[in-house]
C-alpha cells in the first residue's frame, strides 16, 4: 500500500521561507509523479507542483513560480518543496500525492490533479504576522 507522510508545516512571517518534505513508500515502481497541492479553507483544491520521479524537473502554478521549487532524493524516497517569499495567501493544507507519470501535466499555468490517486494526510502552512 503507497503511504505518503508530509512533514516541515508550520508557521512564518511574510517573506519567510519554509521546507515540506513527503516520503512516498511502496509506490509499485520507481518512475512516477509527485505532486504538491494546497488548500484552504473554504477554497478549491490548488495545484502548486508536480515532479517525476526520479529525474525530472519540477513545473509549478503560475501562483508560486519563481517562490516555490520542488526536488527530489530519491535515495530517501523524500520529495521537497522549498518555499520562499511567502505571502499570507500562501496559508493552506498542504498535500504531497503520487501518481503515474501521464500525472505530471499543467494546462494553462494550473497543475493539473487528475492522475494523482495516492494522498499524504497534509501539513499546515501559515503565513502570518
Known amino acids: 500500500q503507497v503511504q505518503l507522510a508530509e512533514s516541515g508545516g508550520g508557521s512564518v512571517l511574510p517573506g519567510g521561507s519554509l521546507r515540506v518534505s513527503c516520503t512516498i513508500s511502496?509506490?509499485?515502481?520507481?518512475?512516477?509523479?509527485a505532486g504538491w497541492f494546497r488548500q484552504a479553507p473554504g477554497q478549491e483544491r490548488e495545484g502548486v507542483a508536480a515532479i517525476s520521479v526520479p529525474n525530472g524537473s519540477g513545473f509549478y502554478a503560475d501562483s508560486v513560480a519563481g517562490r516555490f521549487t520542488i526536488s527530489q532524493d530519491n535515495a530517501k524516497n523524500t520529495v521537497y518543496l522549498q518555499m520562499n517569499s511567502l505571502k499570507p495567501e500562501d496559508t493552506a493544507m498542504y498535500y504531497c500525492?503520487?501518481?503515474?507519470?501521464?500525472?505530471?501535466?499543467?494546462?494553462?499555468?494550473?497543475?493539473?490533479?487528475?492522475?494523482?490517486?495516492?494522498w499524504g494526510q497534509g501539513t499546515q502552512v501559515t503565513v502570518a504576522s
Open positions: 511502496h509506490y509499485p515502481g520507481s518512475n512516477y509523479c
Open positions: 500525492a503520487a501518481g503515474p507519470k501521464w500525472a505530471c501535466m499543467s494546462v494553462r499555468g494550473t497543475v493539473m490533479s487528475d492522475g494523482f490517486m495516492n
